[in-house]
């Protein structure tokens, strides 16, 4: 049946119901209203004056019968809202938030463990006077029963409804409390972490239409909005619209369904009376598992410091966090393009289901790209992989320049490695000074990071190839890691050719695939060198199926996007000449030259680096890298990643004001 037939149907069903289940006057009181496009924007609009002048008249309708059944043990001998978060339950927090509004009532709808629920709210001391209604069926209903139960209270005043798992800032009650408009659903843009009810707006933010997830359709993903589960009821609202057809749709569909439904036969009709009103940055979760637990946590800590350190922790997936902008990570921010994009797009069902090829497969994958043989080539999930299975199999010491990227030296004891620590405030360093420092050192292995990291600095190709002749005549293994060599100024400046493989047997190429070609997700890294018993042998130290079949498919396709990489590649250092220019003229910092998609930076203000970090995350949802901590640095650096220029600017502005 389609989607139209399926709300007509409900529709008449309602409708029937009302005209025999309501009394005759009240109902033709209800539809003669909605008949004549009764509208609460007329004359008995209430102002944003009145709203704040009187928000003692409005109440508020806590739903809290759920049993929370996916947060486990959290949930044994508490109900779901009595889950703390950051010490705090849930169901604390809220009250404390809408004591705040000098509220006529509040009404808790409470279900599993109600009594151990009613008890544990009368120790808070809200001033608030605080109603109970009990939902003793609540493991066979769903929150629309919970509601109906309190629907008397709908007709009372004003109402202010939410749902007892939610955790949010103050500005996001605020918003709806204050929004002049009677009736509303307090709405957020759609994000990839978000589940259950979404709407469809018009341009005067009316809603047209409540979705489902058997309505749900993710090509339109940007027309979308995301439900907080807040709402404003006027009493208007609620006697003329939502009340009848709550009783109505109760009796007709039954009491295991969702309030949001009667919303969604409500804005069928002509004047549905209910807009939405859009958050903007405003934070706020649902919590329904142990992971929503944890990213709520981080998300509301009192601390920008345990904020800070919560989400270093996590190592990456945030898009689970609304509106942070992730100047930590380094990718490319021009690639891959869109159609690369839609291709991988109109294959994904087929990749999901399918098995991909094993190590030998996806080497020639990898050489055919690269130009290289695929006994030359080993291909890793990320550069990680192969960086960790190399140092722990390349035997004695290593030199290497500090600071930088921990994972190799995290692969080494302490003891087996031999720091070149450079003795200016840049970090930078040439050739010369790592064959002049190293040329009476006890090592084996030398490694460098070319642009290194964190510092950006960069050491020409003709240079590169004087340290692995270096190398070759003290029979010490030069490791080359190009993860970022690509950003650099420089033309041709990789050591991926067969010839200098050839010209220099004791030289490993490093690179990350996942850094310049901007496809973190797919986590891909490959490893050459001509020393074939090497090769071979890290090909049986990682799994046969190291790699998914998406980076398979994107190893097999992405030759005929080259003209779009080098497009985006003189893109990006275009855009990274501006944004160094724009840092430059900032207070308080010392732009470090860079080559790489990176920039690094000293902080000179009375600020520290992980001041200068927590406030970005706090103040702005910015995050960077604090290196104050890291290996080798002496004074406060962060680094900050290059990404598009409208985001480049926020950052830039940002730091303008916290640099202060």
């Given at each position: 049946?389609?989607?139209?037939?399926?709300?007509?149907?409900?529709?008449?069903?309602?409708?029937?119901?009302?005209?025999?289940?309501?009394?005759?006057?009240?109902?033709?009181?209800?539809?003669?209203?909605?008949?004549?496009?009764?509208?609460?924007?007329?004359?008995?609009?209430?102002?944003?004056?009145?709203?704040?002048?009187?928000?003692?008249?409005?109440?508020?309708?806590?739903?809290?019968?759920?049993?929370?059944?996916?947060?486990?043990?959290?949930?044994?001998?508490?109900?779901?809202?009595?889950?703390?978060?950051?010490?705090?339950?849930?169901?604390?927090?809220?009250?404390?938030?809408?004591?705040?509004?000098?509220?006529?009532?509040?009404?808790?709808?409470?279900?599993?463990?109600?009594?151990?629920?009613?008890?544990?709210?009368?120790?808070?001391?809200?001033?608030?006077?605080?109603?109970?209604?009990?939902?003793?069926?609540?493991?066979?209903?769903?929150?629309?029963?919970?509601?109906?139960?309190?629907?008397?209270?709908?007709?009372?005043?004003?109402?202010?409804?939410?749902?007892?798992?939610?955790?949010?800032?103050?500005?996001?009650?605020?918003?709806?409390?204050?929004?002049?408009?009677?009736?509303?659903?307090?709405?957020?843009?759609?994000?990839?972490?978000?589940?259950?009810?979404?709407?469809?707006?018009?341009?005067?933010?009316?809603?047209?239409?409540?979705?489902?997830?058997?309505?749900?359709?993710?090509?339109?993903?940007?027309?979308?909005?995301?439900?907080?589960?807040?709402?404003?009821?006027?009493?208007?609202?609620?006697?003329?619209?939502?009340?009848?057809?709550?009783?109505?749709?109760?009796?007709?569909?039954?009491?295991?369904?969702?309030?949001?439904?009667?919303?969604?036969?409500?804005?069928?009709?002509?004047?549905?009376?209910?807009?939405?009103?859009?958050?903007?940055?405003?934070?706020?979760?649902?919590?329904?598992?142990?992971?929503?637990?944890?990213?709520?946590?981080?998300?509301?800590?009192?601390?920008?410091?345990?904020?800070?350190?919560?989400?270093?922790?996590?190592?990456?997936?945030?898009?689970?966090?609304?509106?942070?902008?992730?100047?930590?990570?380094?990718?490319?921010?021009?690639?891959?393009?869109?159609?690369?994009?839609?291709?991988?797009?109109?294959?994904?069902?087929?990749?999901?289901?399918?098995?991909?090829?094993?190590?030998?497969?996806?080497?020639?994958?990898?050489?055919?790209?690269?130009?290289?043989?695929?006994?030359?080539?080993?291909?890793?999930?990320?550069?990680?992989?192969?960086?960790?299975?190399?140092?722990?199999?390349?035997?004695?010491?290593?030199?290497?320049?500090?600071?930088?990227?921990?994972?190799?030296?995290?692969?080494?004891?302490?003891?087996?490695?031999?720091?070149?620590?450079?003795?200016?405030?840049?970090?930078?360093?040439?050739?010369?000074?790592?064959?002049?420092?190293?040329?009476?050192?006890?090592?084996?292995?030398?490694?460098?990071?070319?642009?290194?990291?964190?510092?950006?600095?960069?050491?020409?190709?003709?240079?590169?190839?004087?340290?692995?002749?270096?190398?070759?005549?003290?029979?010490?293994?030069?490791?080359?890691?190009?993860s970022f060599v690509d950003f650099?100024?420089?033309?041709?400046?990789?050591?991926?050719?067969?010839?200098?493989?050839?010209?220099?047997?004791?030289?490993?190429?490093?690179?990350?695939?996942?850094?310049?070609?901007?496809?973190?997700?797919?986590?891909?890294?490959?490893?050459?060198?001509?020393?074939?018993?090497?090769?071979?042998?890290?090909k049986k130290d990682v799994a046969?199926?190291?790699?998914?079949?998406?980076?398979?498919?994107?190893?097999?396709?992405?030759?005929?996007?080259?003209?779009?990489?080098?497009?985006?590649?003189?893109?990006?250092?275009?855009?990274?000449?501006?944004?160094?220019?724009?840092?430059?003229?900032?207070?308080?910092?010392?732009?470090?030259?860079?080559?790489?998609?990176?920039?690094?930076?000293?902080?000179?203000?009375?600020?520290?680096?992980?001041?200068?970090?927590?406030?970005?995350?706090?103040?702005?949802?910015?995050?960077?890298?604090?290196?104050?901590s890291k290996n080798g640095f002496?004074?406060?650096?962060?680094?900050?990643?290059?990404?598009?220029?409208?985001?480049?600017?926020?950052?830039?502005?940002?730091?303008?004001?916290?640099?202060?």
């Amino acid at each position: 049946m389609a989607l139209g037939a399926v709300f007509a149907f409900i529709f008449v069903i309602v409708i029937c119901f009302l005209l025999s289940s309501l009394s005759l006057a009240y109902t033709h009181s209800a539809l003669g209203k909605i008949g004549e496009g009764y509208s609460l924007l007329g004359e008995d609009k209430p102002s944003l004056e009145l709203i704040q002048e009187g928000e003692k008249h409005m109440q508020s309708i806590i739903l809290a019968a759920g049993m929370g059944k996916r947060l486990k043990e959290l949930t044994n001998n508490n109900t779901k809202s009595m889950v703390k978060v950051n010490g705090i339950t849930m169901i604390e927090r809220m009250l404390r938030q809408l004591d705040k509004l000098n509220l006529e009532r509040i009404i808790v709808v409470a279900g599993f463990k109600g009594q151990v629920l009613i008890d544990y709210i009368s120790t808070l001391r809200i001033k608030t006077p605080i109603e109970y209604v009990t939902n003793e069926i609540f493991n066979k209903t769903n929150n629309i029963y919970s509601l109906y139960l309190a629907k008397d209270y709908l007709l009372k005043d004003d109402t202010i409804l939410l749902e007892s798992d939610l955790i949010f800032e103050d500005e996001v009650l605020n918003k709806i409390v204050k929004d002049p408009y009677p009736s509303l659903a307090l709405v957020a843009k759609y994000e990839s972490w978000m589940d259950g009810t979404v709407v469809t707006l018009d341009e005067e933010n009316n809603i047209k239409s409540f979705l489902g997830k058997k309505d749900f359709r993710y090509e339109d993903i940007q027309k979308y909005y995301k439900t907080v589960n807040i709402y404003k009821f006027s009493k208007e609202f609620s006697t003329t619209h939502y009340v009848p057809f709550l009783e109505a749709y109760s009796k007709a569909l039954g009491n295991n369904e969702y309030y949001e439904q009667v919303l969604k036969v409500v804005t069928l009709l002509d004047k549905p009376e209910i807009k939405a009103t859009i958050l903007g940055d405003e934070a706020w979760y649902e919590i329904d598992d142990l992971q929503d637990l944890d990213i709520a946590e981080s998300i509301f800590t009192t601390s920008t410091e345990d904020k800070l350190k919560r989400i270093q922790n996590r190592y990456g997936g945030y898009w689970r966090y609304p509106s942070l902008i992730d100047f930590c990570y380094l990718v490319n921010p021009f690639y891959p393009s869109s159609k690369l994009l839609d291709e991988i797009k109109a294959n994904f069902e087929r990749l999901i289901c399918d098995y991909p090829s094993g190590m030998g497969v996806n080497s020639l994958l990898a050489a055919k790209y690269f130009g290289l043989k695929k006994e030359h080539v080993v291909v890793g999930n990320g550069a990680a992989e192969l960086i960790k299975s190399v140092m722990e199999t390349l035997p004695g010491r290593i030199g290497m320049a500090v600071p930088t990227f921990e994972e190799y030296p995290n692969r080494k004891r302490p003891d087996d490695i031999v720091p070149f620590f450079p003795t200016n405030r840049n970090y930078s360093y040439t050739a010369k000074d790592l064959m002049d420092f190293y040329i009476d050192k006890d090592i084996s292995v030398l490694l460098l990071i070319n642009p290194d990291n964190p510092s950006g600095n960069y050491i020409k190709k003709v240079d590169i190839l004087t340290v692995a002749q270096w190398a070759e005549n003290r029979g010490i293994t030069f490791i080359v890691d190009e993860s970022f060599v690509d950003f650099a100024e420089e033309d041709d400046a990789t050591l991926l050719t067969e010839e200098i493989l050839n010209n220099y047997p004791s030289l490993l190429v490093i690179k990350s695939i996942s850094k310049s070609f901007g496809v973190p997700g797919l986590r891909l890294g490959i490893l050459a060198s001509i020393n074939s018993d090497l090769i071979d042998y890290i090909k049986k130290d990682v799994a046969i199926w190291n790699i998914n079949s998406f980076g398979e498919f994107y190893m097999q396709i992405f030759e005929k996007y080259k003209g779009d990489y080098e497009e985006a590649m003189r893109r990006f250092k275009e855009v990274r000449r501006e944004y160094i220019e724009h840092l430059s003229t900032l207070e308080n910092i010392r732009v470090v030259p860079s080559q790489a998609n990176y920039i690094m930076c000293e902080i000179l203000g009375p600020k520290t680096a992980k001041k200068v970090t927590e406030e970005l995350l706090d103040k702005y949802n910015l995050l960077i890298k604090d290196l104050s901590s890291k290996n080798g640095f002496e004074g406060e650096y962060i680094r900050i990643a290059v990404k598009r220029p409208d985001e480049n600017e926020k950052l830039v502005q940002a730091l303008k004001t916290v640099l202060k």
